[in-house]
């Protein structure tokens, strides 16, 4: 029987339904290969339901702009690539320390500057995580189909609305430019989380105050609060301070609203790991190769098994060593010059074998190279 | 002396009005020296928006990075201080996303002509109804005196310690020719001027910039010999034309002058009344 609810969808207008599910109605972005099909659907979708979209003059502000959207109350979000990935950097970062909900979405091409813009990649992994200056924890998930874009897109914005965090979706070129036959989600289908809204009396809100779960209540501007969010380290308050003892609990916010609920941000496909000698660990398209070629293992008789990172940070430290802790050997397929391949070394203990696969010549991992190495470490 | 009574009262009323709009629990002074044009600025500003009847709740003030960009800080409206050059970016989001509110920039030259040179234009291009009042010093002064986009040539600062050998920015013209529907230039001299310049701009819907020539004494007047605060307010007084009174004279006798007053208003259509449209039109649509 024919599904009718089935649609042919491309991956980056697959964010678009995924946003715009979990509540997104503010959007502003820069044109840029190969997102902009993201910017599109926005400015297509977004009138019919009330939302706003507006294309700024920059990256920068387009970030700007999706900040500011966010401490007025709305669920906002940009996409874009490497070149405007880097240049939203420093309002990134702003975000992190005011604490502002928002999710970016870097459709990654090859670099570094111009680069490849038409190319696959995923070489903005560490930049994902580390790319504004500073110290500060960073959640950064990665679907590998079009199917996990709709729900990742859904999850980002959910996890950037309970922690108060920016959240990036790490998408490539090849996932934002696919078209698949999927299942749009339907209405009550997944759980959307909204942000904790202040309730005290204005007088008594302190809207960077610490709680149990870490994370402030917000209030929006024009509802009676009257905050202030400012870039400078700030105390409880939102007021600047150079005091050692209010930088360092501020800081400390940061990291530990996120990494203390680390297991409910975590998230890995586990595939084939229960008797395997030799795991796959990898994130995004990458995974759709490897998932053929442990199939093509398994069918001839190799142990191998695959483990998905679907959220990338904060990195799922214990939950990767439990499910690899009968292997002695981890492959770990990267479209760049080896970035996750770091971690797993860090979190696996010292006589695990790691053997990294790279490609970074615009191309993808075919399941025949997978094959190859896997044939290779045997 | 009636007169001066009734004088001294108004003063009062007026200074009342101030502070009933300083952020309950800030810690003052303030990070400004002392006899700095800004707070000249500010208090302008407030009147403005107490004469306009604004509730503090529909106000937002966004600000970047810079000497200015501290005023929101100190103002009790919800406030954001933002990045370098920037705020004009993020102002759009609030403004775009809550269009009832009042949304205010506060920049200075270095802010809003340089590094945010981009946001400044294409905010007038757009006409989004943001009041942006951009304070001019011509010098960076919270980094310690460097040279400016409005730094004139030949002027002396810690980067242009042989003179600027560039050219400077009438930000009133740029703002006119890049679309903004209101410019008006007032100093930190002529405060009953400036506070209608503000309330002018507030109360037009569109994108509004005003211009205010202030004093930084610390660094730009000490470099230059342009005296103490003081000083440097009377020549503001001395080098200002009115806009009346500048169509009666010569570009020779306008050399080294500067006009005050609104420049342009004209009524093109706002960026969110034209997006609503826009909405209305397409609402409902699959």
């Known amino acids: ?378 | 002396m009636a007169t001066v009574e009734k004088t001294k009262s108004v003063e009062k009323q007026k200074s009342d009005a101030v502070l009933n709009y300083f952020r309950p629990r800030k810690k003052l002074p303030s990070v400004w020296c002392a006899g700095c044009g800004n707070g000249i600025v500010m208090s302008a500003l407030i009147r403005a928006i107490d004469k306009l009847g604004y509730s503090k709740d529909e106000v937002a003030m966004v600000s970047g990075i810079g000497c200015t960009s501290r005023m929101p800080i100190y103002l009790d409206f919800s406030a954001l201080h933002t990045t370098h050059g920037r705020a004009l970016a993020f102002a759009t989001g609030i403004k775009f996303a809550k269009p009832h509110m009042k949304v205010i920039v506060i920049t200075g030259d270095g802010d809003c002509l340089a590094i945010g040179g981009n946001h400044f234009i294409h905010a007038c291009r757009r006409n989004i109804d943001i009041t942006a009042i951009l304070i001019n010093n011509y010098i960076y002064g919270m980094t310690g005196g460097q040279g400016s986009p409005t730094t004139p040539s030949g002027a002396i600062s810690t980067t242009t310690p042989y003179g600027n050998v560039e050219k400077h920015f009438d930000p009133c013209k740029l703002a006119q020719a890049a679309g903004a529907s209101f410019v008006a230039r007032g100093t930190v001299y002529h405060t009953p001027q400036l506070e209608k310049a503000i309330t002018n701009a507030l109360d037009h819907n569109g994108f509004s910039l005003v211009e205010v020539i202030s004093n930084c004494h610390t660094y730009y007047g000490r470099l230059n010999r342009r005296g103490d605060a003081v000083s440097m307010l009377n020549a503001f007084k001395e080098n200002s034309v009115t806009t009346a009174k500048a169509k009666k004279l010569s570009p020779e006798e306008m050399e080294g002058k500067f006009v005050i007053g609104t420049l342009h208003e004209d009524d093109r259509t706002e960026f969110c009344d034209e997006y609503q449209k826009l909405v209305d039109a397409h609402m409902g649509e699959k």
């Open chain 1, 1 to 378: 029987m024919v599904d009718t609810q089935r649609t042919l969808l491309l991956g980056n207008l697959a964010a678009v339904e995924g946003a715009i599910y979990a509540g997104m109605r503010f959007y502003a972005g820069y044109p840029i290969t190969p997102s902009t099909e993201v910017a599109e659907g926005c400015s297509r979708e977004l009138p019919k339901i009330g939302g706003r979209f507006i294309q700024m003059e920059d990256e920068i502000a387009s970030i700007g702009a999706v900040v500011g959207a966010s401490v007025s109350g709305m669920k906002a979000m940009t996409a874009t690539s490497g070149p405007g990935f880097s240049l939203m950097q420093e309002n990134i970062g702003y975000a992190y320390i005011t604490e502002t909900p928002c999710v970016v979405i870097n459709v990654q091409r090859g670099g570094p500057s111009t680069g490849l813009p038409t190319k696959v990649s995923q070489s903005d992994t560490m930049q994902a995580r580390w790319g504004p200056h500073g110290d500060y924890t960073a959640i950064v998930v990665a679907p590998s189909t079009v199917g996990d874009t709709v729900t990742e897109t859904i999850r980002a914005f959910n996890l950037s609305e309970r922690f108060r965090t920016p959240v990036v979706v790490l998408m490539d070129e090849i996932i934002g430019h696919q078209r698949e036959l999927i299942s749009l989600p339907k209405p009550g289908e997944h759980q959307v989380i909204n942000r904790v809204k202040a309730t005290v009396p204005p007088e008594e809100f302190q809207p960077f105050r610490l709680t149990a779960n870490g994370v402030s209540p917000m209030a929006a501007y024009g509802e009676g609060y009257r905050t202030i969010s400012t870039g400078l380290t700030h105390d409880p308050m939102g007021f600047t301070t150079n005091k050692p003892e209010e930088i360092k609990v501020k800081l400390d916010k940061l990291r530990n609203k996120i990494m203390d609920f680390r297991s409910e941000i975590t998230k890995l496909r586990v595939e084939m790991m229960d008797d395997a000698e030799i795991a796959f660990v990898s994130y995004g398209s990458v995974s759709r190769a490897v998932l053929l070629a442990v199939a093509l293992a398994r069918s001839a008789g190799v142990k191998v098994g695959l483990v998905q990172l679907y959220t990338v940070w904060p990195f799922p430290d214990n939950k990767l060593r439990d499910y690899c802790q009968k292997c002695q050997k981890i492959i770990v397929p990267e479209l760049n010059m080896g970035q996750i391949v770091h971690e797993i070394r860090r979190v696996m203990p010292p006589d695990t074998e790691i053997h990294s696969l790279q490609r970074y010549d615009g191309e993808i991992l075919t399941p025949m190279q997978i094959l190859e190495k896997l044939e290779e470490v045997m």
